[in-house]
């Protein structure tokens, strides 16, 4: 939205902020599409002039830290979630090794995670899930997955415990909510953490306790990616949100250096005591904005990258509905195949903002995953594999493997090598058009 403007300053930013809009209607305008020729990527920005208004405006402030734009998209994405805190950073793999992080504070004490202690999760996922347990010499105690959600197996989260369990890490595949309910209650009878990877589901709704929440709000942490294929983009980007102000507070710490002064960027003196705590066995007096509390990182996004998602954040509600349209539009078009796919199907209980259309190719269906894939290629439309597959068969676990140290596997992941071998996925992110469904939808039958 342009904003009115006083002075000479004000008026050529005016002139500017139009000038950008008529260059959006021109470089950017829609190709049209051909089928066959054209390519259909599995996802994509989906954006107009006001991503690009906010941006040349947050450049002109010259403010290349967080600044206005971060503080405004922190409150907005904290108001949509209906939670009290938000804290962007700068992808969700950060975002998600902030949250896993935040759990070994010392201000944690007894609840804190340790090395050698044991956190549950998948390995049907994406690599970043896990992998801040594994950097800071915690266990993942891997188990299987279910067809067709592709979300943990609840029934095996018993078997997995043990006395070093600590937390559960899990991701929300695909946007598809994992059975939180079950998950929770688990969590709650164990004085387990629980920590929600919710960079493939924003905007997908799980019914808890009598009413429907956003899934990223029921754990202790929640996190999100704001990566372009994600559902909404800032190029780069990520957020770690909960309602726990102790946990905010470690999780900011760690995010900014691993600072114990809270003050934002470009201020002094928030607590008007700057030079009068004594902290660790520093000085009394020594100044608070660089007293450290937890050996931290510089996780912190830009301001512009904050400016394009507050305009991002606007769409949000439409991107929403775009894909939970655009994947039932495949699910109608594909159900007379189900003798040769395993057609997703949403977790009980929810309400998926989808990120992409999943498809297992049966034993017996006469084709391989890897021919179904190479024909839709070749024909324009993109695919990808559910991420890892299975992570524990990749060359970063080739020295754990080897050594039978570092993780451990609860049961045989019988699905999780399923989906490895056998499954891949298709785009319905708000860009695709009917016709580009369509086509996709025919492309499939033909083959």
């Known amino acids: 939205m342009i904003q009115k403007y006083n002075g000479r300053e004000d008026i050529l930013k005016k002139e500017i902020f139009e000038k950008v809009k008529e260059y959006y209607a021109i470089a950017h305008k829609q190709r ?33 830290t967080a600044g206005r734009f971060a503080e405004r998209f922190e409150k907005e994405l904290s108001e949509f979630f209906g939670l009290k805190y938000c804290s962007l950073t700068n992808s969700g793999s950060s975002a998600n090794l902030l949250a896993f992080i935040a759990l070994t504070s010392p201000r944690l004490g007894e609840k804190r995670i340790k090395r050698g202690d044991e956190v549950i999760t998948v390995a049907a996922g994406f690599p970043t899930t896990v992998t801040p347990i594994i950097q800071y010499g915690a266990v993942p105690v891997f188990v299987d997955i279910t067809l067709p959600t592709y979300n943990i197996d609840c029934v095996q989260l018993e078997q997995a415990l043990s006395e070093r369990t600590r937390a559960v890490m899990l991701a929300h595949t695909l946007g598809n909510p994992f059975d939180i309910k079950a998950v929770k209650d688990f969590c709650d009878k164990h004085k387990l953490w629980l920590i929600e990877d919710n960079c493939d589901a924003l905007g997908s709704k799980y019914f808890y306790k009598g009413k429907w929440r956003y899934t990223g709000t029921i754990g202790h942490i929640g996190t999100s990616s704001f990566y372009p294929p994600h559902h909404i983009t800032m190029g780069e980007g990520g957020a770690v949100y909960t309602n726990d102000i102790q946990l905010k507070r470690i999780i900011e710490s760690l995010r900014d250096w691993g600072r114990d002064c809270w003050c934002l960027s470009g201020h002094d003196n928030t607590c008007n005591n700057r030079f009068g705590w004594q902290h660790g ?63 997703p199907e949403a977790t009980t209980d929810s309400d998926p903002s989808w990120f992409g259309f999943m498809l297992t190719v049966r034993e017996k269906a006469g084709f391989t995953r890897d021919e179904m894939v190479a024909y839709l290629e070749s024909k324009g439309i993109q695919t990808r594999m559910l991420f890892a597959g299975n992570l524990i068969k990749h060359p970063c676990f080739d020295e754990m493997r080897k050594s039978g140290e570092g993780y451990r596997v609860r049961g045989n992941l019988e699905n999780t090598d399923r989906i490895m071998r056998d499954t891949f996925w298709v785009g319905i992110y708000p860009g695709m058009t009917d016709e580009k469904l369509s086509f996709m939808i025919k492309t499939i039958k033909d083959f």
């Open 281 to 343: 066995e520093l000085p009394t007096g020594y100044d608070h904005k660089y007293v450290y509390s937890h050996f931290g990182y510089n996780l912190k996004a830009t301001d512009m990258q904050a400016a394009i998602g507050c305009a991002q954040l606007q769409k949000l509600p439409s991107f929403i509905e775009s894909r939970k349209r655009n994947w039932e539009l495949l699910r109608k078009g594909l159900s007379d195949l189900s003798d040769l796919f395993i057609l």
């Open 32 to 64: 049209e599409f051909i089928p066959g020729k054209s390519r259909i990527p599995y996802a994509g920005r989906v954006f107009d002039e006001r991503e690009l208004i906010n941006l040349v405006e947050s450049s002109l402030d010259f403010w290349l």
